[in-house]
């Protein structure tokens, strides 16, 4: 059974670098056809996706975070992270790393790790 | 970007009763389509891809349908756990969209 699992510091001082990774266990984050993502949920809110990357490289981003954020493989590691730049109260949610095929969607999600950005 | 517009936020309903969730796309999509449920405090879980695949363990009391702009999630029979909130999402193009959910209630 693949599982994922969230894992970084949970507060965050503003103006800083917040930086996640998601550990894969009970598969291969290099296994071909399957797109790697974070997914983002700010208290009370809706659900908000912001990266996602293939198990060969190619990267794809959220325009709305600009240039903020960058998603990265460690395929020795079975891990795949994200960072995000500059952050503001406005980044504080509760961060969810999944799994994606190209045509049946998300199957695996992580627990998710809140993140508070507060100085 | 594609917006995805859930109908209704919320609804009340009691067990047994069969609800129906809308999703509508603010541009075809095809069937690249799926439904999450998310309870309190915990992950949302994938139900439905593909507009009306149901995902492996998922009870046959969820059915999705649709193509192209407008889908629907229908929950037969409901049942006290199916009490939660349920999002849709495209995933035909980047940036990948969730509609805003839709909050089911116990009545």
């Known amino acids: 059974q693949l599982q994922l699992q969230e894992s970084g510091p949970g507060l965050v001082k503003p103006s800083e670098t917040l930086s996640l990774t998601c550990t894969v266990s009970?598969?291969?984050?290099?296994?071909?056809?399957?797109?790697w993502g974070w997914i983002r949920q700010p208290p009370g809110k809706g659900l908000e996706w912001l990266a996602s990357i293939y198990y060969s490289g190619s990267t794809y981003y959220n325009p709305s975070l600009k240039s903020r954020v960058t998603i990265s493989l460690d395929t020795s590691k079975d891990q795949f992270s994200l960072k995000l730049t500059s952050v503001t109260a406005a980044d504080t949610a509760v961060y969810y790393c999944a799994r994606r095929i190209h045509a049946s969607g998300i199957d695996y999600w992580g627990q998710g790790t809140l993140v508070t950005v507060s100085s | 970007d594609i917006q995805m517009t859930q109908s209704p936020s919320s609804l009340s309903a009691s067990v047994g009763d069969r609800v129906t969730i809308t999703c509508r796309a603010s541009q075809g999509i095809s069937n690249y389509l799926a439904w999450f449920q998310q309870k309190p405090g915990k992950a949302p879980k994938s139900l439905i891809h593909?507009?009306?695949s149901l995902q492996s363990g998922v009870p046959s009391r969820f059915s999705g349908s649709g193509s192209g702009t407008d889908f629907t999630l229908s929950i037969s029979n409901l049942q006290p756990e199916d009490f939660a909130t349920y999002y849709c999402?495209?995933?035909?193009?980047?940036?990948?969209?969730f509609g805003g959910g839709t909050k089911v209630e116990i009545k």
């Open positions: 593909a507009a009306s």
């Open positions: 999402q495209q995933y035909s193009s980047y940036p990948l969209t």
């Open positions: 009970g598969g291969s984050i290099s296994s071909i056809g399957y797109f």
